[in-house]
Every structure is written in C-alpha cells, then in structure tokens.
C-alpha cells in the first residue's frame, strides 16, 4: 500500500458523520487511493465505532444492481460492514436531521444461521447457512458533497451505510429461489421502482457468495447471527422529513421507513 494515512482519513469521515456535515471526496485530494487503501480506511473507521461502543452486526454489499450502477456511476460492487447501531425494526422512523442528505433503497437481507468462510464459497453454501431471508430498506448517507464519489470513495465511506430497516417473518432458504424474490419501492405512494432478486448480478446469494470471497482475502468471514443486505435492486430516493418509503416484496411482506 501506499502512504495513505488511513487512520487519518477514517477520523476525516467519522467527523462528517457526527458534525452531519458533507465533505469533498477523499480522490479529489489525494493523487491516487487504491481500492486496499480504500478498504484499510473503511478498517480503521468501523475499528473507531467499535472502539465508541458499536459492534458489527453484519456485512453488506452495495452496487449490485444495474440500477444502482447507473444510479452512481460506479460498475463495481463493494463491500462494507452493518453496525450494530444502524439496524433498526420493519416500520422504522428515522429522524432525518441525523444525517446528512440521506437516501433509501430496497434490500434483500440475509440472516445467517451459521459462520461462513473461505475462499470457495458458492451460492448454495450461502444457502445452506442461511435461516431466513428477509426485506430491507436501507438508508445511505453518503458523507460526500453532492452524494458524488469514486469506487475508491465510497468504499472508504463505509458504502455509504447509515441505517437499515429490517423485515420480520421472511423466508427460509429452499422454499422461494431468491432471485425470483419480486420487489415494489414505493416513495409517497408513488411506484418508484420494481425488480427481482435477480438484478442483483443474477442470483443475491451468488453475491453474498463474493462478499465472503472478499472477507476471505483478510481472513474473514461471516458469523452466524450475520446480517447481510445483498445491495438494492432499484435505484435510491430521497428521505426527507415526512417522506414514507415502503418496500413490498413477494414472500417476504412490507417493509418501511418514514423520516421524521
Ligand atoms: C453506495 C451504497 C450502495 C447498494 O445497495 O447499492 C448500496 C451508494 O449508493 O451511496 O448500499
Ligand atoms: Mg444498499
């Protein structure tokens, strides 16, 4: 890796979420910022709320979907960590002046009933130690101005992560093909986005699959208990005050989040 000081830029955004601040993107002051670099400051800054009392609640990964991909401009997936703090119940409020200029997208949630790891990895061993798939909706808070960023940046920026509402009952695995899995976002009543389970690279379990092969490469992996949003099928929308977004998908029900 190169000089990048990643503590330094992991308190750089830690400060933009406490002070609620949006800040210019790490790549327009540095020369270069390789994608190890980049997850090194994601490292440090999850190390940092772990060290202020959160834990890690899961793993998530983001940019799976064309609609995403397009969304940002980016057309690689990335990977980033659920804190504890940031799960919240299936009809959740969040209070919008907590947060910077958030955004909120559907989520097909993994909830693992067994530790997963290793290099090798398949769709059906994702499946295998899965209890139930659930609906989501998260909520992003890019800490950079104007929701702009690199793949670099985001991936430093901990994927944006900010909160994330997550569905009861839900589905075990072997019942319903995940991919099949049908989701409707609307946002004020107004249909903002549909699709399967499929826009997410095909198959989500196949990309929960690529989020254990990269926590392998640093000798991770998942823990049982995990939760685990396989990235949004549809583009985000904005949460202000007022706003109700509810997610409602095929076999796993309605999820929501008003912004209060
Ligand atoms: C990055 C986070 C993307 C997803 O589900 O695609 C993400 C962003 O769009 O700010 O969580
Ligand atoms: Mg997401």
Do not use: N
């Not at 990235?231 to 509810?246: I, S």
């Amino acid at each position: 890796m190169t000089g990048v000081d990643h503590a330094s830029w992991a308190r750089y955004l830690q400060k933009a979420v406490t002070e609620r601040r949006e800040v210019p993107a790490i790549t327009a002051q540095l020369d270069e910022l390789s994608i190890d670099d980049a997850y090194a400051i994601q490292d440090a800054l999850v190390a940092a709320w772990v060290e202020g009392g959160d834990r890690i609640a899961g793993h998530k990964l983001g940019l799976t979907s064309k609609a995403k991909q397009e969304q940002m401009g980016v057309d690689e997936p990335a990977y980033g960590v659920v804190l504890g703090s940031s799960v919240l119940g299936p009809a959740a409020e969040v209070a919008v002046d907590e947060l910077i200029h958030p955004r909120v997208e559907p989520e097909i949630v993994f909830v693992l009933g067994a530790e997963l790891s290793g290099p090798d990895v398949t769709a059906a061993d994702v499946l295998a130690a899965t209890e139930t798939i659930v609906g989501g909706i998260e909520v992003i808070d890019s800490r950079y101005e104007r929701f702009s960023f690199t793949l670099p940046d985001v991936i430093a920026d901990q994927t944006s992560a900010a909160r994330i509402a997550v569905g009861s009952g839900g589905i075990v695995p072997g019942d319903v093909d995940p991919a099949t899995i049908e989701c409707t976002f609307t946002v004020d009543g107004v249909v903002t986005g549909t699709a399967t389970g499929a826009a997410l690279l095909g198959d989500p379990a196949g990309c929960v699959a690529l989020l254990v092969h990269h926590l392998a490469r640093s000798g991770r992996g998942l823990e049982a208990g995990a939760v685990v949003p396989a990235g949004a099928p549809t583009d985000a929308q904005p949460l202000g005050r007022g706003t109700v977004a509810v997610a409602r998908y095929s076999h796993l029900g309605d999820v929501s989040i008003t912004g209060v």
